[in-house]
Structure formats: structure tokens, C-alpha cells
């Protein structure tokens, strides 16, 4: 399967914890999203990577999250000290340059108890 | 900022009929994608249609269909010959054609979840 891929696909964390996700984009794709998504909504974006530069923090992206795009290859997504808040799916996305459709992994449905 | 209202939370169709599901958005810019995105039940999201905005032609991909009113700013696509495989949420999207970092992110409506009837 060559599409995005995202690990884990669940995480059970304690409120105060930190959680770490990660994003396989499909190969070759220079841009990767991540977005939030709550349940009986649509997803909301967070952050942008061209490449391994990240262009695009949203002001839902708190000082406590963090991401990074090493090599510009995989993405992870880092959030500290967690808050039932964050219960959330965590969606990727990637796409080639000069393509406006995103592709979309599995996410990670973050539960906070 | 763009906004996307899907003011239709669940709608339910027969197998082998059409349905409609509505969208509109707000905007100030006069060039963007409009795209329709499927998430089944438990998995991923799925590009379902695409339109560009200086397209006067609407998209169709098979059965599913939209009718891209430019100045009413509203978008809907349609099922035709609905199946059981189509039942999931469908959320539309917007995307500015800007090149600023910005301006790649989708705008997702928040949905509406369909249910095709055996």
C-alpha cells in the first residue's frame, strides 16, 4: 500500500502525558498537513511542511504541540501535557507539487482520560 | 477567511436514487478549489470530486456530479444511482489557489452524514 500511512491508529493517554504521532506521506509528496478532527465535525487544520520547512502554524496549534518534518520525509507530531481537550482523530495529509487535492492517511484517534 | 456551511447534518437515500447534498462558502477571492471528500465509517478520508473555480463546466466523475454556482457561492454534488458502499460522511472543502503557505490548507463544512437504504 503506497498511501499515507499514520502510527498508531489509537492512543489511550492519561490527562498530563505526552503522545507522539507519526505520518508516513506517500513517496514523493513535498507537502504534509496535519489536521484536527472532533467527532461529528469537519477536520480543522494545524500545520504545513514544504519539504522539511514548516510554512503554516495554525492558532489552534498551542505552545504544548509540536511538529517536525526531518529530511522532509515522515512527519511526527508532538503533544505535551495533555488535556482531555486534545481527545481528538489526528488526520495527515499529503500532495505533490503543484496539486491542489490533498490525500488523507487513517489518523490517530487520540482518547485523553 | 473562508468559511463552509453544510447545513444538511444527515441525509438518507434509497438504493438506486439520486440525493443532493448542499454546500456553501464564503469568499472574497474570485479564483479556489471546491472539493467533495467521503469518510466511510472508521476510515480514511477519499477525494470524491474536484472543482476549480474559473471552470464554468461542472465536475463529474461517474456517478457523482456537482453544480458549481460561482455567484451564489454554493456547491452540490449529486449521487446518482446510489449504492450501499456510498453511505459515510461527506464533507466539503475549500482550497484558495494562493501560494502562500497559508492558503494550502483545506476549509472542511462540517459534514453530512449519508445513509443509503436497502
Known amino acids: 500500500d503506497t498511501g499515507v500511512s499514520q502510527d498508531p491508529r489509537h492512543k489511550i493517554t492519561k490527562r498530563g502525558q505526552n503522545v507522539t504521532f507519526r505520518c508516513d506521506p506517500i513517496s514523493e509528496h513535498n507537502r504534509l498537513y496535519w489536521y484536527r478532527q472532533t467527532l461529528g465535525q469537519g477536520p480543522e487544520f494545524l500545520t504545513y511542511f514544504q519539504n522539511e520547512a514548516q510554512l503554516e502554524k495554525s492558532r489552534l496549534l498551542s505552545d504544548r504541540f509540536s511538529a517536525e518534518r526531518p529530511k522532509g520525509s515522515f512527519s511526527t507530531l508532538e503533544i505535551q501535557r495533555t488535556e482531555q481537550g486534545d481527545s481528538a482523530m489526528y488526520l495527515c495529509?499529503?500532495?505533490?507539487?503543484?496539486?491542489?487535492?490533498?490525500?488523507f492517511g487513517p489518523g490517530t484517534r487520540l482518547t485523553v482520560t | 477567511a473562508q468559511t463552509v456551511t453544510q447545513s444538511q447534518p444527515e441525509m438518507s437515500v434509497q438504493e438506486a436514487e439520486t440525493v443532493t447534498l448542499s454546500c456553501t462558502y464564503d469568499t472574497s477571492e474570485s479564483d479556489y478549489y471546491l472539493f467533495w471528500y467521503k469518510q466511510p465509517p472508521s476510515r480514511q478520508m477519499i477525494l470524491v470530486i474536484r472543482q476549480e473555480a474559473y471552470k464554468q463546466q461542472n465536475a463529474t466523475e461517474n456517478r457523482f456530479s456537482v453544480n458549481f454556482q460561482k455567484a451564489a457561492k454554493s456547491f452540490s454534488l449529486k449521487i446518482s444511482d446510489s449504492q450501499l458502499g456510498d453511505a459515510a460522511m461527506y464533507f466539503c472543502?475549500?482550497?484558495?489557489?494562493?501560494?502562500?503557505?497559508?492558503?494550502?490548507?483545506?476549509?472542511f463544512g462540517s459534514g453530512t452524514q449519508l445513509t443509503v437504504l436497502p
Open positions: 472543502a475549500y482550497r484558495s489557489v494562493r501560494s502562500s503557505g497559508s492558503a494550502r490548507q483545506l476549509t
Open positions: 495529509a499529503s500532495s505533490p507539487r503543484g496539486w491542489s487535492e490533498q490525500y
